[in-house]
């Protein structure tokens, strides 16, 4: 997402520099900026989340049998 931001930037340089109001257009820079800082900012938080929910996963036993759940007899 990084690089996608980055290469559209660099790619619609020249066009912003010649006609800053592009950027206050609801589609374009403006809009894939601000996609991809949402993108930047809950990585973090969904990563986390995924990892505690597979501990709590990989910790979960089958109350019926006692045997755990995750474990492939």
């Given at each position: ?23 206050l257009q609801p589609v374009g ?42 474990r492939v007899e």
């Open positions: 997402m990084t690089l996608d931001v980055a290469a559209n930037w660099i790619s619609n340089w020249p066009s912003v520099q010649a006609d800053p109001s592009q950027l820079l403006t809009a894939i900026t601000l996609f991809g800082l949402f993108v930047l900012v809950s990585c973090l938080p969904l990563l986390r989340a995924m990892k505690s929910a597979d501990e709590s996963a990989s910790r979960m036993e089958d109350p019926r049998s006692g045997l755990d759940a995750t």
